[in-house]
């Protein structure tokens, strides 16, 4: 079992940039990881995933502005966040997945929150 940290977030004006990190501790380096946010009334939504090997996938609407990244040596992931826009206000999460005879086993952290505004 994995237990997550989240930290970075606050309050940036839109344009500016962001850096979250997810700290955990377990057997990081087998799990697959990824950011979610949830913004007031809307579903949780995918923002970037990294797995175990290091590919990378984005939610299409933050290509080119996110980056997520891990570090298995410091057991952590980040998520570069550059161009905010007031939408991206939200609730960000971050979440493991570990997988033992092909069951996903998901964990959460309690999330932190970004919110883009002038």
């Known amino acids: 079992q994995v237990q997550l940290v989240e930290?970075?977030?606050?309050?940036?004006q839109p344009g500016g940039s962001?850096?979250?990190?997810?700290a955990a501790s377990g057997r990081f380096s087998l799990y697959d990881m990824g950011w979610y946010r949830q913004a007031p009334g809307k579903q949780r939504e995918l923002v970037a995933s990294i797995n175990s090997r290091g590919y990378t996938h984005y939610a299409e609407s933050m290509k080119g502005r996110?980056?997520?990244s891990r570090d298995n040596a410091?057991?952590?992931i980040y998520l570069q966040m550059n161009s905010l826009k007031p939408e991206d206000t939200a609730v960000y999460y971050c979440k493991g997945t570990y997988?033992?005879?092909?069951?996903?086993?998901?964990y959460w952290g309690q999330g932190t929150q970004v919110t883009v505004s002038s």
């Open 66 to 68: 996110f980056t997520i």
């Open 7 to 12: 930290s970075g977030g606050g309050l940036v």
């Open 18 to 22: 962001l850096r979250l990190s997810c």
């Open 74 to 76: 410091k057991n952590a």
């Open 99 to 106: 997988y033992s005879d092909y069951v996903p086993y998901d």
